[in-house]
Each structure stands twice: as C-alpha cells, then as structure tokens.
C-alpha cells in the first residue's frame, strides 16, 4: 500500500487543562495529518507534547474542539476506533509477570482480534523483534532494550493504520534503537501513518516528513521537515528546535 494523501488525522480548536489548573496545556491547537506520512511533534520539556498525544489516542478528553481519525471523531474509551490505531507510550504499557506471548494474546483479544489472528501476529512480532527465544520467560526480566520491543509488539498487534509513538526507543542499546526505527521506517513506507514525539532528534530525522513545533501548549510552527530547516537556514532538528524554542532551560 502506498502513501495517500487525505487525512489520518484532523484537530479542530482543541483546548485542554489538568482539572484544578487554570492555566491550559493546550490552547486552541488545528492540526491536520496526511495518511502515510512520518509526523513529528516536537518541543521543550511541559509544552503539551504527550497530552496533544493522550487526546489523539483518548486517553484524555479535551473540553473544546474535536479530534477525529479517518473521519471517526475521538470520544474517551470509544471502541469503535480501537482498530484504527496502535499507541506506544513512554511508560512501559504491558503485564510484567507476563510473558511476551501471554501479553500479546491478552492485548490481541483486548484489540478484538480472533484467536487465529492473534496467533499468526503474535508468532510474526516475536520473530520480527528478536523475541522468539524468550517468548514464554516474565517481561520483568528483560533487559531495557527487550522491554521497549515488548511495548513496540503490543502497539502493533492489530496492524494499525496509524501508530503514534512516545520516546519509543528511550534507554535502549544502540543495537536495539537500529533495529526499532528500521522497523517502524518499513511500517511507513508500507503506509502507517506515524505520529512520533522524542527528544531523541537526530533520530527523529529519519522518521518525520512533516513536523509541527509545540511551545507552552500551542503550535509555533507547521511544515515539512525540509522546507523548515531552509527557511531558517538550519541543517538539523537540532538546530531548528533550538532556533525556534531558545536555549533556556526548561523544566
């Protein structure tokens, strides 16, 4: 399947705040995602990054505007979209005294995928991200990196058409960071849409077409990831995060 170009993703005047704060994470966000395309989010340290995530996914409910996904609007715990997405959080998001297979089974029915599907993506995933050996040995014994491949597993158990992506290779080797983008370039070019955010920016470069600057819970800047870096004379992320967003230190 190739790269299509209606939209995976449309926000619409979104606001959101924490209840008992005032002050808004996010403040009147729009924002639309072509189908097929690597997207970064990107900004400093409390600038609505993982809550604009947390809306996409439903996970949170904003107080105004809507966010839809191929046309389905987002309302928190809907069913009805499960399917379209896979969510790899920061945090990892499995059953620790679980193993690997008994995670994916549990996730896979949770998906509402039928019992022979289940067993054909669970036996592709585990070969996939070198987890086949230890299939049936407890998670809480993997090392980092194995840890992160488990999560990766889970988010892509039902083949999403959109996968979004929090610090997805945060702790890991070198070896096991290669191996994951690899796989999450092939998922793109096969046609899932990534809606990716890290600190991690040189490798986000290789992931992103498209990328949208967030600072104190609003959009500063939206444009391809080239056309960006020309027009303010950068030659990284790098360096185009820290042209757009300054140097201080934020906490």
Known sequence: MGKMNSLAISIEDISFAYKGQEKKCLEHISLGIEAGKGFGLFGPNGAGKTTLMNCMTGLLSPQQGKISLFGNEVKKHDKAINHFFGFV???FSFYHELSPIENLEFFGAWYGLSKTEIKKRTEELLQILGLKE??????????????????????????????????????????????IINYLKGLNSSGTTLVYTSHQLQ?????????????????IARDSLSNMMQQHNEKGLEGLFLHLTGKEFRD
């Open 203 to 219: 490798e986000a470069e290789e992931l992103c077409d498209d990328i949208a600057m967030i600072d104190e819970g609003k959009i």
């Open 134 to 179: 230890s299939a049936n040995k407890q998670v809480k014994k993997f090392s980092g990196g194995m840890k992160r491949r488990v999560n990766l597993a889970i988010g892509v158990m039902n083949n999403p058409k959109i996968l979004f992506l929090d610090e997805p290779t945060v702790g890991v080797d070198v070896q096991t960071k290669h191996a």
């Open 89 to 91: 959080p920061q945090d």
